[in-house]
């Protein structure tokens, strides 16, 4: 496994004190958080309390307002452009609800993307995208477009694309909300068992129980304020 620096609290990733206001609305009103290494942490709340842009703060997608994001002990606000987008490349996984595979691609271009984006050659990626889609049980769909696949189908090839260049943290905004249940529960077994087999943390955005029961550890967002249902137990 990839050696990781963690912060002074242990975490991988955390968030202090976020602040985020669009126009009279405060999205998020101090809200902290953190996650260890290869953890699994739900974030759930209701209907617009805050976790979708709390996800976007820690994945240096949004900035704060006010307040620090730190990865492996580097605060992002602090990094250029560049470099956070290099982070969110290398780093960082991300699964959505919708509509985040490339339209125009095959499910194996879109999956082997990350890879071709950090100029791995067309082969060796496709290559390694291929063995990702096998292990999502979608090997039969790598030549069909997004746009010819079910949505099941589509998750599985989304979940093979964030984690084919094994980034650190994965990102997932309610994975499975346009899922039935019987898909959504595949999605989040083959998800949460990619995650452990590679180390990656997942942030796991979600209003369902059903779903955060596959977490280590839940976050409660309130009124853009985070609360850690049980703490972060045992960090050093
Ligand atoms: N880009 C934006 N522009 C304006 N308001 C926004 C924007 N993003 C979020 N908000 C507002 O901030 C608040 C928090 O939104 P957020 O999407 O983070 O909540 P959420 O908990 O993820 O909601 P949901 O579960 O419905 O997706 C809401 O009132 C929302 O309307």
């Known amino acids: 496994m990839t050696e990781t620096t963690t912060g002074a609290t242990g975490a991988l990733l955390s968030a202090t004190a976020l602040r985020k206001t669009y126009g009279a609305t405060a999205a998020l009103d101090g809200a902290d958080f953190q996650i260890r290494a290869g953890e699994i942490v739900a974030v759930m709340g209701p209907s617009g309390s805050g976790k979708s842009t709390l996800l976007h703060c820690l994945a240096g997608i949004v900035p704060p307002d006010e307040g620090q994001v730190h990865y492996q002990g580097r605060e992002l606000s602090g990094l250029s452009d560049a470099e956070r987008s290099a982070l969110r490349r290398g780093a960082f996984g991300f699964v959505f609800q919708f509509g985040q595979l490339v339209p125009e691609l095959s499910c194996v271009e879109n999956v082997a993307l990350p890879l071709r984006l950090t100029g791995v050659d067309r082969k060796t990626a496709e290559g390694r995208a291929a063995e990702w889609l096998e292990r999502l049980e979608v090997a039969d769909v790598a030549r069909k477009r997004p746009g010819q696949v079910s949505g099941g189908q589509g998750q599985r090839v989304a979940i ?77």
């Open 160 to 236: 093979a694309r964030a984690l084919v260049a094994t980034p650190r943290v994965i990102f997932a905004d309610e994975p499975t909300g346009a899922l039935d249940s019987l898909n959504g529960e595949r999605v989040m077994e083959l998800l949460t068992a990619a995650a452990r087999d590679t180390g990656a943390a997942v942030v796991l955005v979600t209003h369902e129980t059903r779903v955060a029961a596959y977490s280590d550890r839940d976050v409660v967002v309130r009124d853009g304020k985070a609360r850690d249902v049980a703490g972060m137990a045992g960090v050093a």
